[in-house]
Nanobody, 121 residues
Framework: QVQLVESGGGLVQAGGSLRLSCAGSGRTFSNFAGGWFRQAPGKDRQFVAA????????KYADSVKDRFTISRDNAKNMVYLQMNTLKPEDTAVYYC??????????????WGQGTQVTVSS
């Protein structure tokens, strides 16, 4: 089992930045790929970004490419999501996820509780 706890959400004006953090515990976090997803009210959960175990490969949704950056620090068991040039449509609950699959193309096994990000116009 892997436990994930997100932090860093909040209220920000459009054009601003936030950095989300995800702390992993329970098993060696470097054995898991990490990802971020988001869910806006009334919408399905959608993929945002993912990073492989070593941090050498990343993947982004088109809607956040060039604005968001995913990174990780395996020594600290952390995955981060730096979000720049935020837009009102980025408003959602953001979830951290982890998986033992390193291809970043399969399902995600572990989920955090989520952190709210609200972008005002």
């Amino acid at each position: 089992q892997v436990q994930l706890v997100e932090s860093g959400g909040g209220l920000v004006q459009a054009g601003g930045s936030l950095r989300l953090s995800c702390a992993g515990s329970g098993r060696t976090f470097s054995n898991f790929a990490g990802g971020w997803f988001r869910q806006a009210p009334g919408k399905d959960r959608q993929f945002v970004a993912a990073i492989n175990r070593s941090g050498s490969t990343t993947k982004y949704a088109d809607s956040v490419k060039d604005r968001f950056t995913i990174s990780r620090d395996n020594a600290k068991n952390m995955v981060y999501l730096q979000m720049n040039t935020l837009k009102p449509e980025d408003t959602a609950v953001y979830y951290c996820a982890a998986t033992a699959d390193n291809t970043l193309s399969m399902g995600w096994s572990f989920w955090g509780q989520g952190t709210q990000v609200t972008v005002s116009s």
